[in-house]
């Protein structure tokens, strides 16, 4: 199966099923010496893990990672890191009655019309828990961009039609829904409560916001930063849009009004405003880079829905087993780590962009 890499300088590739015995990822090309041990992985992994609230899935898995590779005497060694999550509650029963049945909303139909079969518990490589891998590589870039003054930190925007007003970062980690909004939280919840009641899901926005990331960072053509983003996000099963910056409010707006000016503060050249998301030309301008990724309902819901099966005989069928009623929360540390897994790649590849960059590194 191709596709299950991502990155240049630093390469990821995530490997599982949902209801296989594991699953990980090998990063391959991060650079040797950056202090690491398994907690500072898995302090990531325990913010997208299920079981958390109400409102994600019940199934019980402690995802604790194991560092195969790559790590000696508590640093990187410039060899593949391989990491592992081992599976621990699989209800693979839960799926026995829709087996040959293509769910609606779910990866099923065209996942059998690719290869001509596919696992159906859980959705195996399709499932959500395939981010396991990617939340766990960018747990370790995301340290290493700390190491250069660079922060990543996502958060949930809105769900449904209820959106955050006030930012209080510290507030994300203190409600179900990873808001930064303690009056929006509430009424998110509230929401959500009448979904499950409904026996229906619910989408919503994640936004992501990167400091620190200094101007000439990505490439001009086909590897834009900000394409770079939007396949990293869009990659994720459940993300079916992506913004910078405005974003399609920009189709909205007028050239005067969408244009970041340049001014001098403190002898360097910055913008008075961040329209452009931190990124013009595909290439980053020194401001903070704002993404967001929009994310749909969850498809497994226990309403009766109409679908067809592998034999080509429409059916009716009811969706059973553990399913978040809300992907959002959880997604929003797998956003978080694919930014960083991007910045990273990026930062490493603008080293060898110029020739004194080359001589710097290289003199004597």
């Not at 015995?21 to 299920?50: H, M, N, T």
């Not at 990617?134 to 290493?144: E, H, M």
């Not at 926005?205 to 869009?234: M, R």
């Amino acid at each position: 199966m191709a596709g299950s890499s991502f990155g240049n300088k630093i390469t990821i590739t995530t490997w599982g099923e949902s209801h296989g015995a594991a699953l990980g990822v090998v990063i391959d090309g991060f650079p040797a010496g950056l202090s690491l041990c398994e907690e500072d992985i898995q302090i990531y992994l325990d913010r997208r893990k299920p079981g958390q609230s109400k409102y994600t899935t019940q199934r019980a898995e402690g995802d604790k990672v194991e560092i195969l590779s790559g790590v000696f005497e508590g640093h990187t060694t410039g060899t593949p890191i391989s990491l592992m999550v081992r599976n621990n509650d699989q209800h693979s029963k839960d799926y026995g009655n829709i087996a040959n049945t293509f769910r609606p909303g779910h990866a099923d139909f065209g996942f059998y019309e690719k290869f001509g079969r596919r696992d159906y518990r859980g959705g195996g490589r399709s499932s959500g828990r395939e981010t396991i891998g990617r939340v766990a590589a960018g747990a370790i870039c995301a340290k290493l961009l700390r190491e250069l003054g660079i922060e990543v930190f996502a958060y949930t925007k809105s769900i449904g039609d209820v959106s955050i007003s006030e930012f209080e970062l510290g507030e994300r980690d203190l409600n179900s829904v990873a808001m930064p909004d303690a009056f929006a939280a509430k009424a998110a919840e509230e929401y959500l409560d009448a979904c499950i009641m409904n026996q229906d899901s619910a989408g919503g926005v994640v936004e992501c916001v990167v400091t620190g990331v200094p101007a000439g960072i990505g490439d001009p053509v086909f590897d834009k930063l900000d394409a770079k983003l939007a396949q990293a996000l869009v990659s994720i099963g459940a993300v079916k849009g992506v913004e910078i910056g405005d974003g399609f409010a920009a189709a909205k707006s007028t050239g005067k009004l969408n244009n970041d000016e340049f001014e001098i503060f403190d002898d360097k050249i910055i913008k008075s405003t961040n329209h452009s998301g931190g990124i013009l030309g595909g290439i980053s301008d020194g401001d903070d880079i704002i993404v967001r990724a929009a994310i749909k309902p969850t498809p497994s819901i226990s309403q009766m829905q109409h679908t067809v099966n592998e034999k080509g005989e429409e059916v009716d069928i009811e969706i059973h087993g553990r399913h978040d009623p809300v992907i959002v929360p959880r997604a929003v540390v797998v956003i978080e780590a694919m930014c960083a897994i991007t910045i990273c790649d990026a930062m490493l590849s603008h080293m060898t962009d110029r020739v004194e960059y080359i001589k710097e590194f290289y003199k004597n």
